[in-house]
């Protein structure tokens, strides 16, 4: 069966190698109109990888354009607007806290990864390792904040080799808003980021969008204004360690209590000068209740619960009359 | 006769179509002859926090009308008396609260005509308030408000909530707008029962310090309102303190010069 659709292609031969900024070169213009199956060549495009095998055939292999590639964009658009519907993602609608007390800083969060209504992870696990002296937590999509948080550890860890000293909060905080700025906001990624250096404790929030602020406490995610409630109204500088432990899991709570996207426990992140208590499931608010002891047993056949005959009686004598009833 | 019936469905069969069109022409949502209808609200008032204490009902709301995102008048007052028993705190459509505490106002001078030594209370009210913006919103033109409604009568309390769509109950501790995210956590939290009256003020102080803090359309001028089987009294207009000298604040910076 042989579908008539043929590709038109019209594109422009730009030496990308020689350009300054490798970022300006326009992209092959391709308008679907028919194609042939035979010919691989003719295929409609519909990723990178397609583009790469006729960037291959036409032009040297050149070094890989970096940064965001919004090619796409256009396409998927139209696409949603035609009533495709786009794949869904997991997102973590979290409450997650950060607070400086009087040695350090104190990292929370709650551990309920939601998808759309359905709670996809009921005890997941937020607070992301950074460095020894350096959390953060991350709230939005789970993909976002695991993949960027991994990457900016490994290139903290890289540094450290390099310079051969601790790392330091600013740092991780330059390279986490410089990735999401470059993004533009698409990585979904809303952070906590807290630590101790040789500069002191510091505490950050950053945004999708590539934005922080320095804060003596923070929250973040769905269930932020239940958090801050309870900041706003208790927090005071030079907290003791079991008074901020305590207020952070208020406030969590709070977040788990007041916000449909965040729930199951409380996950706790103490880290002070030379020191760090990462405290696991620290409350577990909500146990499961009603389990039998016993386990639950399923006979094979249908169970018969109750054998009752009743005989049917008749109600009304039918008295059959001369002739036919039918009849008018 | 079947030609007889025939005809008579005939007509009835236009007369139907006729309407059918008719309506579809100036269908249920068209906006050519029904300007009158309310869109979108102008002047609004943030949250009204309400709660039951001891000896009756407290409730705090700021004085503020915000006209978009300038907060154009700081002297409005969201908490107003309502016959012998009730109080009312409204947030949203300014104009549409006032013509509420007009329906208001008709209802308690019908009640009063009769004079029977009965008086409507606090749940009457609530229930007449729930009928008005219920049979508002089913004709698509709504009093854009959430009100809350408190009172006491014959020595029983009562807190209520209405929204702008006619979602009505009754609770201990009610918050509108903003304060259902930022005052009802706190509320859930330390409400009482036995709530003392210098208690009852102090929480909601810090409910209202929250919104302050947080609520871009607050403004730091509030009113509290108490009302208990002996009458109502709503305070004059005052202002919190708030608290900015973190050291955070005062330096982010700090250990690392430059950077932002």
Request: aromatic share 8%; proline share 4%.
């Amino acid at each position: 069966m042989q579908m008539t659709t043929i590709i038109q292609m019209s594109k422009q031969t730009v030496n990308t190698s020689k350009l300054e900024n490798p970022h300006s070169v326009l992209q092959p213009k391709i308008s679907l109109l028919f194609y042939h199956f035979s010919d691989l060549k003719f295929l409609p495009i519909v990723s990178p990888l397609h583009k790469l095998y006729l960037k291959m055939s036409n032009e040297a292999m050149d070094v890989p354009k970096t940064g965001f590639s919004f090619d796409l964009c256009r396409r998927n658009e139209m696409l949603t607007k035609k009533g495709l519907k786009s794949p869904g993602y997991l997102k973590t609608g979290t409450t997650i806290v950060g607070l400086i007390f009087e040695n350090g800083v104190i990292l929370g969060a709650d551990t309920r990864a939601t998808e759309g209504p359905i709670v996809a992870d009921k005890n997941c696990e937020k607070i992301h390792y950074m460095a020894p002296n350096i959390y953060c937590c991350g709230a939005g999509t789970a993909a976002d904040t695991e993949a960027v948080t991994d990457n900016i550890s490994s290139q903290l860890k890289l540094h450290r080799y390099h310079t051969g000293r601790e790392s330091r909060v600013v740092t991780a905080l330059t390279l986490l808003k410089s990735h999401l700025f470059r993004y533009q906001g698409h990585v979904s990624a809303a952070l906590v980021l807290g630590g101790v250096d040789v500069t002191g404790p510091h505490l950050h929030t950053i945004y999708p969008h590539g934005s922080t602020d320095t804060l003596p406490f923070a929250t973040m995610g769905s269930g932020s204004l239940a958090a801050m409630a309870i900041f706003e109204s208790e927090y005071r500088e030079g907290l003791t360690r079991d008074e901020g432990v305590n207020l952070v899991t208020k406030a969590i709570c709070s977040g788990i209590f007041n916000d449909l996207g965040s729930g199951s426990n409380v996950d706790v992140c103490v880290i002070e000068k030379g020191k760090k208590e990462y405290l696991r499931n620290h409350l577990t608010p909500n146990p499961r209740t009603y389990i039998s002891s016993k386990g639950y047993t399923f006979s094979k056949k249908t169970e018969v619960l109750l054998t009752k005959i009743t005989p049917l009686k008749e109600l009304v004598d039918v008295v059959p009359v001369g002739g036919d009833a039918m009849e008018e | 006769m079947p030609s007889e019936q025939k005809l008579g469905s005939a007509i009835v069969d236009t007369v139907f179509a006729n309407m059918v069109s008719s309506q579809n022409e100036s269908s249920l949502l068209s906006s050519e002859g029904d300007s009158q209808r309310t869109q979108y609200p102008y002047v609004t008032g943030t949250s009204v926090i309400g709660i039951k204490y001891k000896d009756g009902i407290l409730m705090a709301a700021d004085m503020g009308g915000s006209y978009g995102s300038t907060i154009r008048y700081k002297s409005v007052e969201r908490l107003k008396q309502v016959g012998k028993h009730s109080l009312i705190g409204a947030s949203g459509e300014i104009s549409d609260f006032q013509e509420i505490l007009r329906y208001l106002d008709e209802l308690i001078l019908h009640d009063s005509m009769w004079d029977d030594g009965n008086s409507l209370g606090p749940k009457e009210v609530h229930n007449y308030l729930t009928r008005v913006l219920y049979n508002r919103r089913n004709k698509f033109d709504p009093l854009w408000n959430s009100l809350v409604l408190g009172g006491v009568k014959n020595g029983q309390k009562y807190l209520g909530s209405v929204s702008m769509i006619g979602v009505h109950f009754e609770d201990d501790h009610v918050a509108t707008g903003f304060g259902n995210h930022l005052a009802r956590p706190i509320l859930r939290e330390e409400w009482r029962e036995d709530l003392t009256f210098e208690e009852g003020v102090k929480l909601l102080e810090k409910c209202m310090r929250n919104l302050l803090y947080r609520d871009r359309s607050a403004v730091n001028k509030l009113q509290i309102a108490k009302i208990t089987e002996e009458g109502l009294t709503i305070s004059q207009p005052y202002s919190l303190k708030t608290f900015w000298n973190f050291a955070a604040f005062k330096n982010p910076t700090v250990g690392a010069e430059g950077s932002w």
